[in-house]
């Protein structure tokens, strides 16, 4: 539960920006901040990936009994993020100046959301080393840390960024930059805040004994990477099938825009908190498969999938029965609403899919098993999901829904194939210990 509920604090994020713009600044900029959300979590995805490299490793060397490993690999890991972040800022600022004028966005909604993007995009640097820490804590086990401080942010997050956007207490009012700076601030806080907790508890010294600041080993970084890399694909090609249906939504309008941002931020909800599970998976996993516990290993996956099924299936039921009321959360316009409303049906439709998905993949995780996942979601969702989107939504004019419908697929076909990955590895390991 608190690695579901830190997990959460990414989504929460940007779901608290979307509620605060959408009641104080309108529909203009709520489209504004779906845009931006469509392109900058194509970018923030390969670094949460490459930053989640790092926790099967430590869970591995930590139930191997090998602390000191644990201390070299979050030193590279510190050394790997911060470079990571001057290549995810470098894609931003290619995004402000070369790609975001040239999507067929709607003039005013761009205008506005050039200067979220820009916050949006240095906070890339302090969300990083704030990743290296708490991937670290979670693979060992230390999971409550990381809770509180992503819900102590976030409420800082929600505080500023209302005062902020509405021009209280003397600021002049600054619209949807001041949801930007708001989180800009917000992740400062939590590295600041996650990286003195590490360094000043005893449960992590015997760990640390050889921790160096920006310690390089080509052996232990190529480690990181071999894992990080594949699984940064992995979100990518799911996030980014998401964001690129956002970008195909917003050249049919805005309100479609808006829409499409309210379902999703509801849908982003529920799948952070199977991201979640999907973690506690890769841990337990992690640390069963390097004291070689096959059997358990197993059956501790298998109860995952129970876990995340029981909770998506409660979720989808939310979704279906309240799908009139959820989007008020985000906005009063009528029209938007009566869309989200619609996508919502849908959004319940593939909760299932989308859990389990996601915990198939952090179960493979778990041992190492990362190309042949990426290539599964690779196929899923660029593959299948994107072209029948395009097909249903555009060129057949189903429009919106039609482009979900083809996600929904996407999503489908993903938890098949990881499933039957799951069960084929996971079989041969315990057949051959036996």
Same mark, same amino acid.
């Given at each position: 539960?608190?690695?579901?509920?830190?997990?959460?604090?990414?989504?929460?994020?940007?779901?608290?920006?979307?509620?605060?713009?959408?009641?104080?600044?309108?529909?203009?900029?709520?489209?504004?901040?779906?845009?931006?959300? !469509?392109?900058?979590?194509?970018?923030?995805?390969? @670094?949460?990936?490459?930053?989640?490299?790092?926790?099967?490793?430590?869970?591995?060397?930590?139930?191997? @009994?090998?602390?000191?490993?644990?201390?070299?690999?979050?030193?590279? !890991?510190?050394?790997?993020?911060?470079?990571?972040?001057?290549?995810?800022?470098?894609?931003?600022?290619?995004?402000?100046?070369?790609?975001?004028?040239?999507?067929?966005?709607?003039?005013?909604?761009?205008?506005?959301?050039?200067?979220?993007?820009?916050?949006?995009?240095?906070?890339?640097?302090?969300?990083?080393?704030?990743?290296?820490?708490?991937?670290?804590?979670?693979?060992?086990?230390?999971?409550?840390?990381?809770?509180?401080?992503?819900?102590?942010?976030?409420?800082?997050? =929600?505080?500023? @960024?209302?005062?902020?956007?509405?021009?209280?207490?003397?600021?002049?009012?600054?619209?949807? !930059?001041?949801?930007?700076?708001?989180?800009?601030?917000?992740?400062?806080?939590?590295?600041?805040?996650?990286?003195?907790?590490?360094?000043?508890?005893?449960?992590?010294?015997?760990?640390?004994?050889?921790?160096?600041?920006?310690?390089?080993?080509?052996?232990?970084?190529?480690?990181?990477?071999?894992?990080?890399?594949?699984?940064?694909?992995?979100?990518?090609?799911?996030?980014?099938?998401?964001?690129?249906?956002?970008?195909?939504?917003? !050249?049919?309008?805005?309100?479609?825009?808006?829409?499409?941002?309210?379902?999703?931020?509801?849908?982003?909800?529920?799948?952070?908190?199977?991201?979640?599970?999907?973690?506690?998976?890769?841990?337990?996993?992690?640390?069963?498969?390097?004291?070689?516990?096959?059997?358990?290993?197993?059956?501790?996956?298998?109860?995952?999938?129970?876990?995340?099924?029981?909770?998506?299936?409660?979720?989808?039921?939310?979704?279906?029965?309240?799908?009139?009321?959820?989007?008020?959360?985000?906005?009063?316009?009528?029209?938007?609403?009566?869309?989200?409303?619609?996508?919502?049906?849908?959004? /319940?439709?593939?909760?299932?899919?989308?859990?389990?998905?996601?915990?198939?993949?952090?179960?493979?995780?778990?041992?190492?098993?990362?190309? =042949?996942?990426?290539?599964?979601?690779?196929?899923?969702?660029? =593959?299948?999901?994107?072209?029948?989107?395009?097909?249903?939504?555009?060129?057949?004019?189903?429009?919106?829904?039609?482009?979900?419908?083809?996600?929904?697929? /996407?999503?489908?076909?993903?938890?098949?194939?990881?499933?039957?990955?799951?069960?084929?590895?996971?079989?041969?390991? =315990?057949?051959?210990?036996?």
């Amino acid at each position: 539960m608190p690695i579901v509920l830190s997990q959460l604090g990414h989504t929460l994020v940007h779901m608290a920006d979307g509620m605060i713009v959408g009641h104080f600044a309108g529909t203009v900029q709520l489209a504004a901040v779906s845009l931006v959300n !469509s392109l900058f979590m194509l970018i923030l995805v390969l @670094g949460l990936g490459i930053s989640y490299g790092l926790t099967p490793l430590i869970a591995q060397a930590n139930g191997g @009994g090998n602390k000191v490993e644990c201390g070299r690999l979050i030193s590279n !890991s510190l050394l790997i993020n911060l470079i990571a972040s001057v290549v995810l800022y470098s894609l931003v600022l290619v995004v402000y100046y070369f790609v975001i004028d040239h999507l067929k966005q709607s003039p005013d909604v761009v205008m506005h959301a050039k200067p979220y993007l820009m916050f949006m995009g240095v906070s890339i640097f302090p969300l990083m080393i704030f990743q290296v820490f708490k991937q670290f804590t979670e693979g060992l086990g230390f999971t409550k840390q990381a809770m509180l401080i992503s819900i102590w942010g976030n409420l800082v997050n =929600v505080i500023l @960024g209302i005062i902020f956007v509405k021009g209280m207490f003397g600021i002049t009012p600054m619209g949807v !930059s001041g949801v930007g700076l708001s989180t800009l601030i917000d992740r400062i806080l939590m590295a600041i805040a996650m990286g003195a907790y590490v360094f000043n508890s005893k449960h992590f010294k015997a760990y640390l004994t050889e921790f160096k600041l920006f310690s390089f080993d080509f052996g232990r970084i190529k480690k990181i990477i071999k894992l990080g890399a594949p699984v940064a694909l992995q979100y990518s090609f799911e996030i980014s099938a998401f964001s690129g249906a956002g970008i195909l939504i917003g !050249s049919i309008g805005k309100v479609e825009q808006a829409a499409h941002f309210t379902a999703l931020s509801l849908a982003a909800f529920t799948y952070m908190l199977a991201t979640g599970i999907a973690n506690a998976a890769t841990i337990k996993t992690g640390n069963n498969f390097g004291s070689r516990n096959f059997g358990p290993l197993r059956f501790s996956a298998i109860a995952s999938y129970h876990i995340v099924i029981v909770f998506m299936s409660f979720t989808a039921l939310i979704f279906m029965l309240a799908n009139n009321y959820l989007p008020y959360i985000y906005t009063s316009d009528q029209t938007v609403i009566a869309i989200a409303a619609q996508l919502l049906i849908l959004a /319940g439709f593939f909760q299932l899919f989308d859990g389990t998905q996601v915990v198939g993949l952090g179960v493979l995780r778990g041992i190492g098993d990362v190309n =042949v996942p990426t290539f599964i979601t690779f196929l899923s969702y660029w =593959v299948i999901g994107i072209p029948v989107g395009y097909v249903l939504g555009i060129e057949l004019k189903m429009g919106v829904e039609g482009i979900w419908y083809g996600l929904t697929f /996407g999503l489908l076909t993903a938890s098949i194939l990881l499933f039957i990955r799951f069960q084929n590895r996971t079989k041969k390991l =315990v057949a051959a210990k036996i």
